[in-house]
């Protein structure tokens, strides 16, 4: 089982940027796809971003793409979500989430997540 402990959240004004952290314990990422998802109030969760732990490789929503970037530190055993081009319907709680399973858009298909933090873009 893995223990996942989001970071990074808080306020921050339109086009501006924050840097959120995911760091694993328990288990490392290695045995895991880590993603990230955002949730918004009366919203569904939806997905922002995961990555393929072992190639980097990347993958976005079409809402985030080109303003936000995913990566890992394996050494750290930590995901980031680097968000540029902050824009207040990017409000949301972000969640870190890890699927046993190769890399998804599926909510369902992700087994762990972390606790969330909160983001606001004020306009």
């Known amino acids: 089982q893995v223990q996942l402990v989001e970071s990074g959240g808080g306020l921050v004004q339109a086009g501006g940027s924050l840097r959120l952290s995911c760091v694993a314990s328990g288990r490392t990422f290695r045995n895991y796809t880590p993603g990230w998802f955002r949730q918004a109030p009366g919203k569904e969760r939806e997905f922002v971003a995961a990555v393929h732990w072992s190639s980097g490789t990347p993958y976005y929503s079409d809402s985030v793409k080109g303003r936000f970037t995913i990566s890992r530190d394996y050494a750290k055993n930590t995901v980031y979500l680097l968000m540029n081009s902050l824009k207040p319907e990017d409000t949301a709680d972000y969640y870190c989430?890890?699927?046993?399973?190769?890399?998804?858009?599926?909510?369902?298909?992700?087994?762990?997540w972390g606790q969330g933090t909160q983001v606001t873009v004020s306009s």
């Open positions: 989430a890890a699927s046993r399973g190769s890399v998804t858009y599926n909510v369902a298909a992700y087994d762990y």
